[in-house]
């Protein structure tokens, strides 16, 4: 036995070995652009998500939800102004 305690050997020639032997920058390139494609990703998801909510809202049902005041009706039983000039 090599020591007492027992040891995990780790591969030395994967991918994100290669990558920490890289200089700082190169990294910080590499991490952004993984952060960039991620982000696109989530937010073409997200722009396609909004697009089927939009094509199945009924602004009718809601409309009628909200039981807004008709405002043309309101308007019509104010009295009228006349300006004297």
Do not use: C
Not at 16 to 37: D, F, H, N, P, Y
């Amino acid at each position: 036995m090599k020591n007492s305690k027992s040891e995990i050997e780790i591969p030395r020639h994967g991918p994100i070995t290669k990558i920490q032997g890289l200089s700082e920058a190169t990294r910080k390139i590499i991490l952004w652009s993984v952060m960039i494609i991620i982000g696109l990703g989530l937010f073409t998801f997200y722009i396609k998500d909004v697009q089927k909510r939009l094509k199945s809202f009924e602004i009718e049902k809601f409309k009628e939800e909200l039981q807004l005041p008709s405002f043309g009706k309101e308007l019509k039983k104010l009295p009228k102004l006349e300006i004297q000039r």
